[in-house]
């Protein structure tokens, strides 16, 4: 396990996940453990004001953070296995789904 473990922690320090806001007012890139990466306005930015564009930005964020989240998981479950302690603590942790209420509202 120590080396899958190694290994799994090379690869989950290398995600970076990119996801745009529904709108494509910006787009976001995050990596493992939510860290910011960057953010890259879109074309729909262009006249939206400061507060339409942050909420974009967090949308995005929202899901680009998850994602990696999600991937972080996977990549430990292979290291580790899907029933143990650490991994029922990463499933834990994951950032709520910002697409959830969406699907729910179909």
Do not use: F, H
Request: charged share 25%; proline share 5%.
């Amino acid at each position: 396990v120590g080396e899958r473990a190694r290994a799994a922690g090379e690869r989950i320090s290398a995600i970076a996940v990119s996801a745009a806001s529904r709108s494509r007012a910006a787009t976001v890139t995050a990596g493992s453990g939510g860290v910011l990466k960057s953010v890259t306005p879109g074309p729909a930015s262009s006249g939206l004001s400061a507060v339409q564009i942050c909420a974009a930005v967090m949308e995005a964020y929202a899901r680009a953070s998850r994602q990696a989240a999600q991937e972080a998981s996977e990549l430990m479950q292979e290291a580790t296995g899907r029933d143990t302690r650490a991994m029922q603590m990463m499933r834990d942790a994951l950032p709520p789904d910002p697409d959830a209420d969406q699907r729910t509202r179909r």
